[in-house]
């Protein structure tokens, strides 16, 4: 049973028996208390300019960071298929795919910062290993990374983000159109918002 109305291409929300707060009645309240605490995720992993390692661990810190006040799943890969992402059995091996290409493209200089950001955000979303937030996770995870090498990062308009709006559709699209190997969307996107 969904318990809060889901907008397009969204993951429902099928089980609040681990939300946190008791109060949330409603999809709007729950979206305000949840940009509280990435807000707080936020201020911890883009105020001080610290080297970064993407690992197992650091991106479960990140979700949990994000959304501890909030899930009680926070910080914990999802024990289930969803109609998105890979089998829930293959997540630890796609993110360490990832985290090893990550290594390779900054060792080898194949793609610049940004675009290596880009690739980034469009894997932890293709791979979707947390039960919810996984863009949130993912746009956090590449500003992070742009951040910890001293770039400029996207201003991610959240609000709209995750409300049925223009800039989400155009968004979706993007990462729909990287899922077949063409970045040219999501950069342009990004770039607009730096």
């Known amino acids: 049973m969904e318990y809060f109305k889901t907008i397009d291409d969204a993951t429902p929300i099928e089980d609040i028996s681990s939300l946190i707060p008791t109060h949330i009645l409603n999809r709007d309240e729950l979206n305000e208390w949840e940009a509280n605490n990435i807000l707080k995720a936020t ?7 610290t080297k970064f ?44 795919k990832l985290f090893g ?12 910062l940004f675009q290596q950001s ?14 919810n937030g996984n863009g949130r996770h993912a746009r956090l ?12 990062i996207p201003i991610w308009p959240n609000k709209s983000l995750i409300e049925e709006t223009d800039i989400r ?8 159109s990287a899922d077949t190997g063409d970045y040219s969307l999501l950069e342009q996107l990004m770039q607009k918002l730096l």
């Open 169 to 176: 559709k155009k968004y979706i699209n993007a990462l729909k």
């Open 101 to 112: 290409d990550l290594n390779y493209w900054q060792k080898k200089k194949t793609f610049d």
């Open 118 to 131: 880009i690739r980034l955000h469009h894997k932890l979303v293709q791979i979707h290993p947390f039960v």
């Open 141 to 152: 995870a590449a500003d992070i990374f742009l951040f910890s090498h001293g770039q400029k």
């Open 43 to 49: 201020k911890k992993f883009l105020t001080k300019s």
């Open 53 to 96: 390692d993407f690992s197992i661990e650091s991106i479960k810190e990140i979700h949990k960071e994000m959304f501890d006040k909030t899930w009680q799943w926070a910080g914990k890969f999802r024990t289930k298929n969803y109609n998105i992402g890979v089998n829930w059995h293959n997540i630890q091996e796609e993110l360490k």
